[in-house]
């Protein structure tokens, strides 16, 4: 004689939603910190232009100076000597190093002309500043 014991799965959980949906998230969080810009994170208020063209999508080395004159490079605080050794290394690596000097507006424009002649200084000659456009006018 048979003894029916009935379903033994009648109380387990399916949990392949669950690890799709925590796969979905982890692939969304990757992604979105991957594509983060580094000069978005600084709290500068940039001058405004009529004119230049907007940044290439090459590798840039961004160097910041705040409001209080300190400098930063990579998210990390130099002196204008250490700004001067990180040039050097990149000149070092490649000749072609794009730089981006962003100051800000409140700036002593003595701090930006010094680290414009620290890029020069360490013979990179592909030296930008930014800027953000004219409300209602764009950078050509």
């Known amino acids: 004689m048979r003894l ?4 033994t799965q009648e109380g387990a ?3 392949t939603p669950l ?28 001058p405004e232009a009529s004119s ?9 080395l961004v160097i910041n100076v705040k409001r209080d004159g300190s400098l930063t490079v990579n998210r990390r605080t130099v002196t204008l ?6 040039l050097r290394a990149a000149a070092a690596k490649d ?7 962003r100051g800000d507006t409140k700036v ?3 701090v930006v002309a010094k680290a414009f002649d ?11 500043i930014a800027a953000r456009p004219l409300e209602g006018g764009t950078p050509r």
Do not use: P, Y
């Open 19 to 46: 690890i799709d949906m925590v796969f979905l998230l982890l692939v969304f969080f990757l992604a979105s910190t991957t594509f983060a810009k580094d000069e978005v994170e600084m709290d500068l208020t940039l």
């Open 4 to 7: 029916d014991l009935g379903n």
């Open 81 to 86: 000597e250490g700004l001067r050794q990180r």
């Open 95 to 101: 000749r072609d190093q794009e730089v981006l000097i």
């Open 118 to 128: 620290a890029c020069l200084a360490a013979t990179l000659r592909r030296v930008s």
């Open 52 to 60: 230049g063209k907007a940044e290439t999508d090459g590798h840039l």
């Open 108 to 110: 002593d424009f003595g």
């Open 13 to 15: 959980l399916n949990l």
